[in-house]
């Protein structure tokens, strides 16, 4: 099922708050129809400005992790919601067509986590049949027209068992066998970023079996490039005149 991601903390809730408090006060005199918000608007919450600087501020506060990369390229504004309307296609595409990966969108982006005991075996970087295929999935829908100007960031995930010194270079090869198998499947390779956290960025508990199975994994980012934020900033402009 498709997810709506919640804020990654308390400090991104803070920020996004002022900033829309901030759009109301340029705007006091506007009327109650100017206030309905419909989904387009919730793309374009933040504005054109603020969305840069907090999305900044958050990039850097989640740790560079997938969902801190889609908030810090954050545009906001009107071409913010044309981007928001786009990426919205393409993460019903991936949840339908991806399985053993969890979608969520996020901001102007998407987050795709893969299920590391789906893609490799234990502490392995070899992509398992299983995988290949659902990554063949991910890679047809990423290369169609509509959604090829984007930006890839894939990130390597461990838990805690073993060494720095082994889970390091494991979470790194494995977010590299993605992006290489991406590459096979027709993926511009300028499209794609790879980075490896070891076991730094969990997103469970490592006391119980489950929570490392949930730790071991690959995220992949989904946001857009140069090309696509200046397409939707003239569809915006032309939009609106």
Do not use: W
Not at 33 to 55: F, Y
Not at 95 to 100: F, I, N
Not at 200 to 224: C, F, H, L, M
């Amino acid at each position: 099922m498709l997810h709506q991601i919640r804020s990654q903390s308390a400090l991104y809730s803070l920020l996004l708050v002022l900033a829309v408090f901030a759009g109301c006060a340029k705007k006091d005199t506007a009327t109650t129809s100017d206030r309905k918000m419909n989904k387009t608007t919730k793309g374009g919450l933040i504005g054109a400005g603020s969305g840069a600087v907090v999305g900044g501020i958050i990039g850097k506060v989640a740790g560079n992790t997938a969902a801190g990369a889609i908030i810090g390229a954050t545009v906001g504004g009107a071409t913010g919601a044309v981007i928001g309307r786009r990426m919205d296609k393409q993460a019903e595409k991936l949840d339908q067509k991806v399985e053993g990966a969890t979608v969520e969108r996020v901001g102007e982006g998407i987050k795709l986590t893969f299920d590391s005991g789906i893609l490799f075996a234990l502490n392995s970087a070899e992509l398992t049949p299983a995988a290949k295929a659902n990554i063949d999935k991910m890679a047809k829908i990423i290369t169609e027209d509509e959604n090829k100007e984007t930006n890839i960031l894939l990130e390597g995930h461990t838990d805690i068992t073993g060494s720095d010194a082994i889970n390091q270079p494991l979470s790194e090869r494995r977010a590299k066998a993605v992006a290489d198998y991406l590459k096979a499947d027709g993926v511009d390779p300028s499209r794609l970023i790879t980075k490896g956290y070891g076991a730094g960025q969990p997103i469970a508990s490592n006391d119980t079996e489950d929570g490392k199975r949930q730790n071991r994994r690959v995220e992949a980012a989904i946001y857009a490039n140069e090309k696509m934020k200046q397409a939707a900033a003239e569809e915006a402009t032309s939009t609106n005149k």
